[in-house]
């Protein structure tokens, strides 16, 4: 059975301190793998597609990498503003999506 | 250009009422998925419609069905709610690759 986990679960940082979020997969096959973000009492808001390994893509001061097996979302340097739960998804050919239960992000002024 | 959009924001019903909820899109997508998202749990698939006039079960459709009224709508009803159907309740929808979210149904089932 396809699946993606993601960790930690819930993550503090204070402002400024960068840190990464792991999102891993085990899947049938990769068509692509989706970053999304979330914030509180409101739907997922895409932020990058990766469609192979190496691959990486930036926005401001977030990097998402992808390996064969996983793949990494780089904060460098967040501010508060980037506090939200992270939520990885993997397109593994079939019907829809599978999506991870997200990270909780916390980031301290 | 609004993009997703579903109603109501936020629902209480007793054990075996009945409830539709509405999605709407303005971006001419063929593509439209119900989810519901449970603490811990990630999105859960209930229900796809690639394109109008079809619709497939996703991974949890027991006790919710659907209709693709037209390219633009896409509701899910729940015929005799349940404890169990309390949850957040998210409407997307796609062209190529990237989904794109409603702002969501909070149900509660008493």
């Known amino acids: 059975e396809d699946q993606v986990t993601q960790s930690p679960e819930a993550l503090r940082l204070q402002e400024g301190e960068s840190s990464s979020l792991n999102c891993s997969y085990t899947v049938s096959g990769l068509r692509g793998l989706f970053w999304y973000r979330q914030d509180p009492g409101k739907g997922p808001e895409f932020l990058f597609t990766?469609?192979?390994a190496g691959e990486e893509k930036e926005k401001e001061r977030l990097k998402a990498t992808l390996t064969k097996k996983e793949s990494f979302l780089h904060i460098t340097a967040p501010k508060p503003e980037d506090s939200a739960t992270y939520l990885c998804?993997?397109?593994?050919?079939?019907?829809?999506?599978?999506f991870g239960p997200g990270t909780r992000l916390s980031v301290l002024p | 250009n609004a993009g997703v959009t579903q109603t109501p924001k936020f629902q209480v019903l007793k054990t075996g009422q009945s409830m539709t909820l509405q999605c709407a899109q303005d971006?001419?997508?063929?593509?439209m998925y119900w989810y519901r998202q449970d603490p811990g749990m990630g999105l859960r698939l209930i229900y796809y419609s690639a394109s109008e006039g079809t619709t497939d079960k996703g991974e949890v459709p027991n006790g919710y069905n659907v209709s693709r009224l037209n390219k633009r709508e896409f509701s899910l009803r729940l015929e005799s709610a349940a404890p169990s159907q309390t949850s957040v309740y998210f409407c997307a929808s796609s062209y190529t690759s990237e989904e794109f979210f409603g702002p969501g149904t909070r149900l509660t089932v008493l």
């Open positions: 971006m001419n997508h063929n593509s």
């Open positions: 998804a993997v397109d593994n050919y079939g019907q829809n999506f599978v």
């Open positions: 990766l469609y192979s």
